[in-house]
């Protein structure tokens, strides 16, 4: 396992970068509790097609409302408090919806986010995949971060890694999960860390690219 491509490109950025964790502290972490699961869970949705910062002022804003929570979007008679609240995130008028819809999927389906923790993992992954607005990416990323269950997420800057590095010539969504996973111990830990080594990696690159030009 030590020898091949991918899992040696893990130890390198964990010699480079150290851990993950000092890094992204909360989605990380070794324990979570359901309230950091659920802001995790909201996040990844809110973080499509933007950046953490936008995403970020939503959170908060949602946090002043009392509405940082899966079952209190679920209780809402209309979105339009909602709308307002994500705005800073892009896409108000999909990702309100979007959020509505997951929040009162997990809340009808299982009552709670920890309920769905339970639930087998092809089954919760499969059924996340039939939420609208909700692709593999970020279907993954909640799988992952906020479930802390082993599904490997693939992104752009894994594809530019295993473009770069030689690892793959398909740099498809499901070739690329496959791929990795076959490739790594299946630990839900080294699959978080590794992937947040990657996006480390990837941003600190852009950062060299943009000081040169």
């Given at each position: 396992m030590a020898s091949n491509k991918i899992?040696?490109?893990y130890l390198e950025l964990r010699e480079k970068h150290g851990s993950p964790e000092k890094f992204w502290p909360q989605w990380c972490a070794s324990k979570k509790s359901p309230t950091l699961r659920e802001i995790i869970a909201i996040g990844a949705i809110l973080t499509q097609r933007t950046t953490w910062h936008?995403?970020?002022?939503?959170?908060?804003n949602l946090k002043k409302e009392g509405l940082l929570s899966v079952n209190k979007i679920a209780e809402l008679s209309n979105l339009n408090c909602l709308t307002?609240?994500?705005?800073?995130?892009?896409?108000?008028?999909t990702k309100?919806?979007?959020?509505?819809?997951?929040?009162?999927?997990?809340?009808?389906?299982y009552?709670?986010?920890?309920?769905?923790?339970?639930e087998d993992l092809e089954i919760a992954r499969e059924k996340l995949l039939t939420?609208?607005?909700?692709?593999p990416e970020t279907a993954d990323t909640i799988l992952l971060y906020a479930l802390d269950r082993p599904t490997f997420v693939i992104d752009?800057?894994?594809k530019r890694l295993a473009k770069r590095r030689g690892l793959a010539g398909n740099v498809s969504y499901d070739y690329l999960k496959e791929l990795f996973e076959k490739n790594l111990p299946r630990e839900v830990k080294i699959y978080q860390g590794f992937h947040a080594l990657i996006i480390i990696e990837?941003?600190?690159?852009?950062?060299s690219i943009m000081r040169k030009v």
């Open positions: 899992y040696q490109r936008n995403a970020d002022l939503a959170l908060r307002k609240l994500v705005q800073p995130a892009g896409f108000y008028q309100p919806q979007r959020l509505f819809d997951f929040c009162s999927f997990i809340v009808k389906e009552g709670n986010l920890e309920n769905f923790r339970k939420l609208k607005g909700i692709g752009e800057y894994t990837g941003k600190g690159e852009e950062g």
